[in-house]
Structures are given as structure tokens and as C-alpha cells.
């Protein structure tokens, strides 16, 4: 997988490759007038945006303020290392916040908005055809399974089993692992609290990584 990171402003014409194991810190250089950088294995590139906004790489006690995008087991992930705003990941399927730290899969194109007014474009290449969609909707699932609604929880789900039934897919590991998405939404449909209780969220849970795994270890 490729990557590239750029800021969403007319003005910026810099951009930032993801294409090893080497992280890449997003994080504002006061020293630079408020520039909003890039830093990759100490190499600083200049995103061409100030915004006063976005966190410092580390704070005045040493803690960590970055945005970081880095690769593991080839694929490519965000998280927020502990900046001071809101960061919200945008995907084709909805928003994702990263503020509590957790890392959010990125397997297509999409935007991270950190501090109040940048917005970081991500743009993806990826040769995995129609299936794509699939391990991104199951990360999105998984995220929201324990903190949204369950009629939100039961939507996505519903869009993700509909997915993975049109694909084009017939081993014995897919079908089981169908199976347990079309039993984490029975578990879901039939819950008549707003909020999954604990036994449906970790139902939903273990489906989605297994969904989201399938295809991004294929």
C-alpha cells in the first residue's frame, strides 16, 4: 500500500508518501510561525498551513501532541498521540474520532481534521479491487459498536452483511465468518435497549475483526 499526505488548502502544494514501515508525525512548529509539518524519520517537511490550533510534538511536560500515521502488518493506521483538539478521521462511511488514542484503519481515501481549521488528505493506493470497501465498513463497525446507538450499530451492520454477501467469495473461512456477522446482527436486531449491552457489543466485536482481518491478510 501507498499513501500520500497533504494538506486540504488550494495554497499547499506539499505532500508526504507513506510507502515503508517509517512513521510520519503530523504535529505545529511554533519556531515556523505556526506551521503545521509533516516528520518523517526527522526529515520535516512544510505542509503549507499555519493553524495555531494544532498541537505541538510534545508539550512543555514532554507529552505527546502528534497526529501519527504508521504501518503494521502492511497496513496503513492513524492515531491521536494525545493532541489538545478534537481529531475526526472522514471516510466514505462516516466520522470516526480518534481523540481517545485508539488507532482507526485507513484502507482508502480519506481526510483526518486535526486542530479547529486543517484537514489532512489521505489518498490511497490499493489493488484490491471491489472488496476494498468491506474491510474498511467491518473497521468502521468495530469502532462504533460500543459507543454509538444501536440503531446506528444495526445500520452499519446491516450494510456490511449486504456487502459481504454480494462478494464474490465462497471459502469455507469467508462463509464462517459470514456466519458470525449474520449472528452479531440477529444479537443486534434483537435488542431492545438504545445502548448494545456487553454480550452484543463483544458478539459484534469479535465478527468485524474477524470480517476486517479476512481481507486485509488475503
Request: net charge negative; glycine share 6%; hydrophobic share 35%.
Amino acid at each position: 500500500m501507498r499513501a500520500t499526505i497533504r494538506a486540504a488548502d488550494p495554497e499547499s502544494t506539499a505532500s508526504l508518501s507513506v510507502t515503508d514501515e517509517s512513521a510520519v508525525r503530523v504535529y505545529r512548529v511554533p519556531e515556523r510561525g505556526e506551521a503545521v509539518v509533516a516528520d518523517k524519520d526527522g526529515s520535516v517537511t512544510s505542509l503549507g498551513v499555519h493553524d495555531i490550533s494544532v498541537s505541538r510534538e510534545f508539550d512543555d511536560d514532554g507529552e505527546p501532541g502528534y497526529i501519527e500515521f504508521y504501518k503494521e502488518d502492511s497496513q496503513l493506521y492513524v492515531r491521536d498521540a494525545g493532541s489538545s483538539s478534537e481529531t475526526v478521521q472522514q471516510n466514505a462511511f462516516g466520522e470516526i474520532d480518534l481523540s481517545d488514542g485508539d488507532p482507526s484503519l485507513i484502507t482508502g481515501d480519506c481526510t483526518v481534521q486535526i486542530g479547529y481549521s486543517t484537514a489532512l488528505e489521505v489518498e490511497v493506493e490499493q489493488a484490491r479491487g471491489d472488496d476494498r470497501p468491506i474491510p474498511y465498513k467491518a473497521d468502521l463497525v468495530l469502532k462504533i459498536c460500543d459507543v454509538r446507538s444501536t440503531n446506528e450499530v444495526k445500520s452499519e451492520l446491516r450494510e456490511l452483511k449486504a456487502m459481504m454477501h454480494e462478494a464474490s467469495i465462497s471459502d469455507e473461512r469467508y462463509r464462517n465468518i459470514l456466519a458470525d456477522v449474520e449472528t452479531a446482527f440477529e444479537n443486534v436486531e434483537n435488542t431492545r435497549s438504545d445502548e448494545l449491552p456487553t454480550e452484543a457489543v463483544q458478539k459484534v466485536s469479535s465478527a468485524t475483526k474477524r470480517a476486517r482481518n479476512y481481507f486485509l491478510s488475503s
